[in-house]
């Protein structure tokens, strides 16, 4: 009965490879995101879409390329992989209209490139 | 800029001591803010919001807009209590939600035995 789901949760691949991130989530919600938590802890957004419409995208790297099938889903897919690419990514999602407003995450995916 | 702040990298206090962890914001207007924590091994989930004025597993926090300030109180710290807490603030947008989170860098509570 997972929320927001992240697969995978673990991610090692080499510099210069091309991999994808995906997320899902059961709670009816309209808007996704996508965080970077960097090896401070420090958390950044990068992506939101609401109604499978890109509403933020902030200054990341065009490399990195968020799709959204449907409302339920919001993929990342980055390219030709940096080292400064490793960190964990959080998907997140939330109700655009209802309810608190709050937003509920995935467990992350942990990415480290070699 | 849109800013939120929390100077302790890293709380420590003893099992049954009262607990603050300091959050302040930098932001044109009225934004909202939360309170979201990770424990061990656990997603990030939310723990407060300024506007609902709740007390959740003891903790509260207190808008003070002339201070722009949002720090997270608790009386008597537990063992469990211990993990990141992060605040994070978002622009009122009319009746929308879609606004992004803007997160402090976040303050590891340790609570000894």
């Known amino acids: 009965d997972t929320a927001v789901s992240q697969t995978p949760k673990y991610l090692v691949t080499q510099m210069g490879n091309d991999k994808s991130i995906k997320c899902e989530q059961n709670l009816g919600h309209d808007t996704m995101y996508w965080y970077k938590q960097d090896s401070k802890k420090f958390l950044k957004i990068m992506f939101s879409y609401n109604n499978k419409e890109l509403i933020i995208n902030e200054t990341v790297p065009n490399r990195f390329s968020p799709k959204s099938p449907d409302k339920a889903h919001l993929n990342l897919h980055i390219n030709s992989l940096e080292l400064g690419d490793s960190a964990v990514y959080f998907c997140?999602?939330?109700?655009?209209?209802?309810?608190?407003?709050?937003?509920?995450f995935g467990d992350g995916t942990r990415l480290s490139i070699l | 800029a849109q800013r939120v702040t929390q100077p302790e990298k890293l709380l420590s206090v003893f099992k049954g001591a009262p607990v603050e962890l300091k959050c302040n914001y930098s932001y044109s207007g009225s934004p909202e803010l939360f309170w979201y924590v990770q424990y061990s091994r656990q997603r990030l989930q939310l723990l407060l919001r300024h506007i609902s004025r709740e007390s959740i597993k003891g903790f509260t926090a207190d808008l003070n807009k002339g201070e722009t300030s949002f720090h997270l109180k608790k009386p008597f710290a537990q063992e469990e209590d211990s993990a990141m807490y992060y605040c994070?603030?978002?622009?009122?947008?009319?009746?929308?939600?879609?606004?992004?989170?803007?997160f402090g860098q976040g303050t590891t509570l340790q609570v000894k035995p």
């Open positions: 994070a603030a978002r622009d009122r947008q009319g009746s929308s939600n879609t606004g992004k989170l803007i």
């Open positions: 997140a999602s939330s109700s655009a209209s209802s309810g608190t407003g709050a937003q509920h």
